[in-house]
């Protein structure tokens, strides 16, 4: 069993930044792809950007240019860089952890990020 604890939302000015982490704790297995997910009020959620534990990314088009993920193998944790903020970014971030086993698949508890314009 993997826990998920998110960190470092809140409330940002639109051109603001925020980072948010993630740590991944319990039965982790080395070989994983962590990343995050958003849903916004309304909506459906939807990918944003993941890292692979051999550091293959991927960005949703929506988010690149300004957000950056990057992961501590060693401590299990991803990070979310979150630049250039738009009030379109407002959403419940979701933190995911994806192994071979996609059965195993966990998603964190959900961290708001409220960017004002």
């Known amino acids: 069993q993997v826990q998920l604890v998110e960190s470092g939302g809140g409330l940002a000015q639109a051109g603001g930044s925020l980072r948010l982490s993630c740590a991944a704790s319990?039965?982790?297995?080395?070989?994983?792809?962590m990343g995050w997910y958003r849903q916004a009020p309304g909506k459906q959620r939807e990918f944003v950007a993941d890292?692979?534990?051999?550091?293959?990314?991927s960005y949703a088009d929506s988010v690149k240019g300004r957000f950056a993920i990057s992961r501590d193998n060693a401590k299990n944790t991803v990070f979310l860089q979150m630049n250039s903020l738009l009030p379109e970014d407002t959403a419940a971030y979701y933190c995911n952890f994806l192994p071979l086993r996609r059965y195993l698949e966990v998603w964190g508890q959900g961290i708001l990020v409220t960017v004002s314009s």
């Open positions: 319990g039965s982790v297995v080395s070989i994983n792809t």
């Open positions: 890292i692979t534990s051999g550091g293959s990314i």
